[in-house]
């Protein structure tokens, strides 16, 4: 079946730090990869995505791109703040016209100033 | 307007109590979800309307009932709920058929529910 897998977290980083949070994934076909971010007291919101192989989604300064020979979507940051304190959330959505989407466990971040 | 706006944010209710949560959207999105999350854990789907019908329940307790009646709104009624059923509930929304371009959840700020 379809799933995520997320590195475990806590990670506490120093502010300007370099962040990497590990994502693979098991899925047939060719799914469509997200990362989704909850800040304390929200729901989640759509960080970045990417639809196919090779693509790099990119936003607010993290980027993740889609390895489909690794099965992965490392989500990555060059210098962090500690406005991005918060849990990060890899997923997938399998193929056009389901309306599942496959979270994984889910990775917090704590950025320290 | 891309808001999805849920109510209300805070409820305690006894085991024996009826209350319903509510969800709004404006977007257009023809698509309205359901989950549970449970503290330090991802969501889990419940339930998915699509076109106001119920196309996926993730084999809910029936103590869980939704209800869709129209395009903008979800409802959620709540019965004879257990201790364990607390839980953040999430409402999310999102387009229908547009292809992976569009494809987007979008999540509302949640129901934060204690069960006593």
């Known amino acids: 079946g379809n799933s995520v897998t997320q590195m475990e977290g806590p990670v506490t980083l120093s502010e300007e730090a370099f962040l990497t949070i590990n994502c693979t994934y098991t899925a047939t076909g060719y799914p469509s990869l997200f990362w989704y971010v909850q800040y304390p007291g929200e729901g989640l919101q759509l960080l970045l995505k990417?639809?196919?192989?090779?693509d790099k989604g990119s936003n607010k300064g993290f980027e993740a791109t889609y390895r489909k020979e690794t099965t992965s979507f490392h989500l990555e940051k060059g210098s962090v703040q500690v406005s991005d304190s918060a849990v990060y959330f890899c997923a997938l959505k399998a193929a056009s016209g389901t309306y599942k989407y496959i979270f994984g466990t889910g990775t917090r971040l704590k950025v320290l100033a | 307007d891309t808001e999805v706006t849920q109510t209300p944010k805070h409820l305690v209710m006894g085991m024996t109590n009826k209350k319903s949560l509510k969800c709004e959207q404006h977007m257009g999105h023809r698509a309205m979800y359901w989950y549970k999350q449970k503290a330090k854990k991802p969501p889990e789907l419940m339930f998915v309307?699509?076109?106001?019908?119920?196309?996926i329940n993730e084999s809910v307790p029936s103590r869980f009932s939704p209800e869709c009646p129209n395009s903008s709104l979800l409802n959620l009624h709540l019965h004879a709920l257990q201790p364990e059923d607390s839980a953040l509930y999430l409402c999310a929304s999102s387009q229908v058929g547009e292809g992976r371009t569009n494809e987007k959840l979008f999540f509302g700020s949640g129901t934060q529910l204690s069960v006593l």
């Open positions: 309307y699509s076109y106001e019908k119920l196309s």
């Open positions: 990417a639809t196919k192989a090779d």
